[in-house]
């Protein structure tokens, strides 16, 4: 599943949702943030700790 075409869903009721195929992470309130790389560090989903940076 596409991470950016569940957020962008009215009909989707997803609580959080990552897709690694597209480094993207859509969260309860339908807002899609990247996530955490060594080249991007704030504003993202860190993958392990399953926690916003």
Not at 3 to 15: I, K, Y
Not at 28 to 47: G, Y
């Amino acid at each position: 599943h596409s991470a950016e075409e569940l957020c962008g869903s009215a009909s989707s009721r997803v609580p959080g949702f990552i897709s690694k195929a597209e480094s993207l992470f859509c969260d309860i309130d339908k807002e899609t943030w990247h996530l955490c790389t060594d080249a991007i560090v704030r504003a993202c989903f860190h993958l392990e700790k399953r926690q916003m940076r």
